[in-house]
DNA sequence: TCTTGACCTCAAGTGCGCTTGAACTTACAG
DNA sequence: CTGTAAGTTCAAGCGCACTTGAGGTCAAGA
């Protein structure tokens, strides 16, 4: 009685195509009920969470990530409000994460690439020296850190040009 | 003699495998010169754009609008600054889509899902009725839409429960 | 009752962004 | 000069997130 929409209605409202939803179930991120006939039924709850599952995903989250997360809830019955602050908890830092990464590509895209040194290399988000590769692999300081960093790490790490520290 | 990192070198610094670096050669991301020995040589140049493709690739960009965009510059030489400021502005918009939806995101966490409605169904940024499936197909609110736009569909479409329009 | 559109399963296919392996060559330190 | 780490091409493979197609069943209106 309680579910009633069928893999179709859930589709329409979702924004998600049938074989995508069959595919959700396999992953065990959403769950039916089946009518005598072996058809699907959804309660309406399953349009919140194809929405939420889907804008995680958009945000770089693997399936996997999420069918975890929304494992940790009670799929007894009715998470409470604690779980899912839990669940909310748990997600904010990568959010958050994200969100500094996003805006440190827009603000360098006002800057630093804005002023033309991605090809003149002549400003002071530059790599000065080669300086950032002290601190590992990867475009360091568009993953977050700071020249500052980088000149931190020279000084422990005793590359070229050793820079004072009190 | 302006070119002297070799793929190995620029696999460090960039944290992107040879065979990646290879491969966005062939996608026409990146350039390279030969030695007399057919070994690629890159300009340091490289690096910076490196890790700009990586970084608009984790914001979710294809590597084809990454092309495209990196394109539109004079590859005949030294893009100049309007050059940079130009692809600046084409893609600000972008990002900043991407930075509202996720602080979106994050916003539904702490206030409707951190309150436990995903599945008890009773708060503010609920759908009441459905409502929101006036506005088209998808997860509406969480795109972007909020219940008033849903409100605001639902008085002009001639959905159930007419709202007074002023 | 019949018909039509929506649904079912299962296997295979797609597109993206790379990686791996085979078979071979180059660059450079000793 | 020689050994070896690092480089080369090309074809095939992989993981993810789905989609497509074949072959068949179900549900509901005329």
Redo the contacts between chains.
Sequence with gaps: MEPHLTIGEVA????VAPSGLRYYETLGLIASERTGGNQRRYR??V??????I???S???LTLEQIREALAT?PDGR????Q???R??RS??PL??A??A???R??DD??SC?????????RCGL??PG?RA?ALG???R???GDTPADAALAEARGGGPGAAARP
């Design positions: 329409r409202r979702s924004g309406r709850s349009l919140r969470r194809v929405a939420f889907r804008t995680a958009r945000v770089g809830l009715t998470p409470t409000a779980d899912w602050s669940l909310s997600w904010r959010l958050d994200r969100i990464e996003l805006q590509l827009r895209l006002d690439i804005g002023c033309g040194c991605l090809s003149l290399e530059q790599n080669d590769s692999p990867g475009p300081y568009l993953e």
